[in-house]
């Protein structure tokens, strides 16, 4: 099993950049893909961003591209968002979630993920 664990959100004005980090342990070695989700309430979970662990390909929801950067620390075991020109529609918990082995069909729902963090909460203020 893997644990995961997010960090780094927090309130900030809209125009603000953030990065939140998501630190792996326990049995971390078959990670294929890490992603990024986010909950705002009332509200289902949704993709974020995407990284793959074997070429560090990214993709990113159409809502965060161009201002969401994936990248991430092998030797911290650690995945990172880093989320600049932030909006008030950025608001949200946001969790991420590991993938063991190999791709799944559909990455972008949350169902296909077993792996969570307890999340992080990021607050934008407009």
């Known amino acids: 099993q893997v644990q995961l664990v997010e960090s780094g959100g927090g309130l900030v004005q809209a125009g603000s950049s953030l990065r939140l980090s998501c630190v792996a342990s326990?049995?971390?070695?078959?990670?294929?893909?890490v992603t990024w989700f986010r909950q705002a309430p009332g509200k289902e979970r949704e993709f974020v961003e995407t990284i793959r662990f074997s070429n560090d390909q990214t993709y990113y929801d159409d809502s965060v591209k161009g201002r969401f950067t994936a990248s991430r620390d092998s030797a911290k075991n650690t995945v990172y968002v880093q989320m600049n020109n932030l909006m008030a529609k950025d608001t949200a918990d946001y969790y991420c979630a590991a993938l063991k082995g190999g791709p799944v069909p559909n990455y972008r729902q949350p169902d296909s993920y077993e792996c969570w963090g307890q999340g992080a909460k990021v607050t934008v203020a407009s």
């Open positions: 326990g049995r971390t070695s078959r990670t294929y893909a």
